[in-house]
């Protein structure tokens, strides 16, 4: 049985035509006023031509004064959005689902973009990330309410303007996942400490969504199984957080793990044992499925048709989560859903110098060049230079960056 072509239908109602998801990836091709133009629709028709039930946009920013890159698209009642239509109708043809990812990247935005971002507390990201990243200052009472506030505007925005769904970006060591994390929050006040506090920022941003957007919009979130970091957001506490989570009535959660600190997410570090299963992080969506009954989404590592349909029939997941392999062939849903023996063209990576490897964010460089190759009408290219990709990149931000500080 092909457990892709199921439909499913979410606590608030809304149906999900199949168990195939995009999960979230970064356009970073927004104009210079953060406003979304005719390249999202040429690439989210494509996406949605391409048979998936459910796509999650790339992170949209709930504040154009917290970036987490130049060229994120951003909600907020200052920015007017022109052409958002045009996306949102290329992205919800064929009954597709098309949900907005909201995020807010605390101290997770870079140098030149931000002299000095806001976080929970006065923590630096560890070396060689604090040669990109400034020191963060602590954010205030006031200050975290008003981010809170942001959230459910930008919800609001999206509903208004068509889309069928939110999520909230809670992992990967962005705000929100700052905030659940004890080495990233050492607060004393309400919002730090026990996970008890620690969790209360995403409780009051879901449930201010939920305020602006009602109880039949769909609303998800993107959630760390872990951050597999010393002193970081544990495994326990991730359940635990699930477990409110689905208590306040949240439609979605996807699973993911990992911060720019200790990549896991890209499964760099998985054993053998765990590659062979393809899903990064199925041990813990197995333990999570006997304690809520709110649809799991899993994201990580699948790369073919046994390996998404194993998952799913093993009632470990409710949706399969894809990002790369869709971005490297937006069809690949619909072979899926064929039951087509097809393989994810997604491969290692390399410039054949391995110090510059290391150095380099290969991984984004280059998967973002093949969504800004659909976003100007052309396929992706699977054979696409890695070394001049990274020179094209850099050229970019650096241009950028002097235009941001010149600002």
């Known amino acids: 049985m092909n457990h892709l072509q199921s439909s499913l239908q979410l606590p608030c109602g809304i149906v999900l035509k199949n168990r195939i998801a995009k999960s979230a990836l970064s356009e ?32 949209v920013m709930v504040d154009s004064k917290a970036l987490g890159e130049p060229c994120n698209v951003v909600f907020e009642e200052e920015i007017d959005q022109p052409l958002i239509k045009e996306w949102v109708k290329a992205g919800t043809k064929s009954r597709t689902q098309l949900w907005v990812q909201l995020n807010h990247p605390g101290k997770q935005s870079p140098k030149f973009l931000s002299p000095k971002p806001v976080a929970p507390s006065q923590v630096a990201l560890k070396p060689p990330l604090n040669k990109m990243f400034n020191e963060p200052r602590e954010l205030t009472e006031i200050e975290i309410e008003e981010i809170i506030r942001r959230f459910g505007v930008a919800a609001k925005m999206s509903k208004d303007f068509g889309f069928t769904g939110v999520q909230i970006h809670g992992a990967h060591g962005y705000l929100v996942s700052q905030f659940l994390s004890p080495h990233h929050n050492r607060r004393e006040d309400q919002w ?154 997604v491969r290692f990576l390399t410039t054949g110098v391995k110090a510059l490897d290391k150095l380099l964010p290969l991984e984004i460089t280059w998967y973002t060049e093949q969504i800004h190759r659909m976003g100007a009408g052309k396929n992706p290219n699977p054979k696409l230079s ?16 002097i235009k941001r500080v010149r600002s």
């Open 192 to 345: 730090g400490g026990p996970l008890e506090n620690r969790m209360r920022f995403v409780q009051r941003i879901y449930q201010e969504i939920r305020r602006q957007v009602g109880n039949e919009f769909p609303v998800g979130i993107k959630l760390n199984s872990a951050d597999f970091q010393k002193g970081g957001f544990t495994e326990d506490e991730s359940i635990q957080v699930v477990e409110a989570l689905s208590g306040l009535g949240i439609d979605l959660i996807e699973i993911s793990g990992g911060n720019y600190e200790s990549q896991e997410m890209m499964g760099t570090t998985k054993k053998e044992s765990t590659r062979k299963r393809e899903a990064y992080f199925l041990d813990y969506c197995e333990k999570v499925r006997g304690r809520v009954k709110t649809p799991l989404m899993l994201t990580g590592g699948f790369r073919s048709f046994q390996g998404m349909n194993d998952a799913l029939s093993s009632g470990a997941c409710d949706v399969i989560g894809l990002g790369r392999s869709i971005a490297l062939n937006p069809d690949f849903p619909s072979k899926l859903l064929r039951g087509e023996n097809i393989v994810s063209e």
């Open 28 to 59: 970073n091709m927004a104009n210079r006023g953060h406003q979304a133009d005719l390249r999202f629709k040429n690439l989210y028709e494509k996406w949605s031509s391409g048979g998936a039930g459910l796509l999650i946009t790339g992170n």
């Open 386 to 401: 890695v070394k001049l990709s990274i020179l094209r990149t850099l050229a970019s931000l650096g241009l950028e960056g």
